[in-house]
């Protein structure tokens, strides 16, 4: 990284300038409301970087001061201990914070999170009774599922923390007392929380200085990495501490030109030494007659003959469907001139049928109708 921290240095007059500024703007901007509850606002730092990151990352700082209110309260999601009920983990790790000295106003074990917070609204209503969340890092990966988009989108996921460690107490203070920026890789534009209303002037210079040391070595980029930093409120205007000068844009190019020579050259070393080392391996292939060669042949082509026939079918395989035979068909007019078609009747047909006069029938045979006699012509 070209840049250092001696590059980066804040002007600490400057540095003090702007938060008397922002002090005085926030006592005279004070409502009633906000007297009556003894509320304190946040004050924050806004990193304005030359690049956009590759990669979205979160940066942990830790401060020389607390940057948290009395009133801020902190939640902590523990595992399930083995052999113990949802009440019997939270007092048991209650207990244990109690005995290395740190606040923390709720225990909620994993079960009791998936049974009693299952709705939006208890998931809301547990996002705003807290204004930090920590996990046990043995749990970290179960949460997202549980706790919803709504934590996510806050900025209120949980920070994972090792409750086996040894210097327990210290790690959490390290986590409660600091900060954290998220870096996106959307934007050049980055905020981290500072401090409060309430603090003095001496310790929100010092936890300034301290947050941009801590950004700059932690930020993995080659060349300048900070352009423009502010202070400012939720409702104030951005205060100006840090400008960084033009002469780092040279420096930017030229760190971005080195690294893409580095890349060039190490893609030409692969490829000089691919070709240096590798060797033709010599293929073994056996000595045989012609003769030999043709039987082969034949025994191969023979064995891939019956393979074929004895090979079975696949299971959703269905066989070819036979050809159907088709019915020649006879002209409308020779149906109509065959003797059985003349003698049906239509069944749909307007015409009458015909009834012939039929004797009606009596017990006595009818009588044979008398041959006439010929004439007999001589």
């Known amino acids: 990284m070209a840049e250092t921290n001696e590059a980066l240095v804040l002007d600490r007059e400057q540095v003090k300038k702007a ?56 939640c902590l999601f523990t595992r399930d201990e083995p052999n113990m009920t949802g009440d019997q983990t939270q007092r048991f790790y209650k207990r244990l914070l109690e005995e290395k000295g740190i606040n923390i106003a709720e225990v909620i074990p994993y079960k009791l999170l998936k049974t009693e917070y299952k709705s939006i609204e208890s998931k809301r209503r547990l996002l705003g009774n807290f204004d930090l969340f920590l996990s046990d890092d043995r749990i970290r990966r179960l949460l997202p599922s549980h706790l919803g988009k709504n934590f996510y989108k806050n900025k209120k996921d949980p920070l994972s923390v090792d409750l086996q460690s040894k210097s327990l107490a210290r790690d959490l203070k390290s986590i409660i007392h600091g900060t954290r920026m998220k870096v996106n890789n959307k934007g050049a534009c980055c905020m981290a929380s500072i401090g409060h209303s309430g603090m003095t002037t001496e310790q929100l210079t010092d936890n300034i200085e301290s947050a941009v040391k801590g950004v700059v070595d932690k930020m993995r980029t080659q060349g300048p990495v900070v352009k423009l930093i502010h202070l400012k409120s939720l409702a104030s205007v951005a205060l100006p501490i840090y400008n960084a000068e033009l002469s780092q844009i040279t420096t930017l190019d030229e760190a971005q030109k080195s690294a893409n020579s580095l890349k060039k050259k190490m893609v030409a070393k692969k490829v000089s030494g691919a070709d240096d080392n590798d060797e033709e391996i010599p293929t073994l292939v056996p000595i045989g007659t012609p003769a030999k060669k043709a039987k082969l042949e034949k025994a191969q082509k023979s064995k891939k003959k019956v393979a074929l026939e004895t090979a079975p079918k696949a299971a959703g395989q269905k066989k070819a469907p036979r050809p159907r035979r088709r019915r020649i068909r006879k002209p409308a007019l020779e149906k109509a001139l065959t003797p059985n078609a003349l003698n049906k009747s239509p069944k749909h047909g307007r015409q009458k049928k015909t009834q012939k006069h039929q004797p009606q029938k009596t017990g006595k045979p009818s009588p044979k109708p008398k041959k006439k006699a010929r004439k007999m012509t001589k």
């Not at 926030?26 to 990193?47: G, P």
């Open 19 to 74: 938060v008397l500024a922002l002090q005085a703007f926030l006592k005279s901007k004070s409502t009633s409301e906000a007297l009556f509850l003894n509320e304190s606002e946040h004050i924050s730092l806004l990193f304005t970087l030359w690049k956009i990151p590759k990669k979205a990352r979160n940066i942990r700082i830790p401060l020389p001061h607390n940057q948290r209110s009395d009133t801020d309260e902190v």
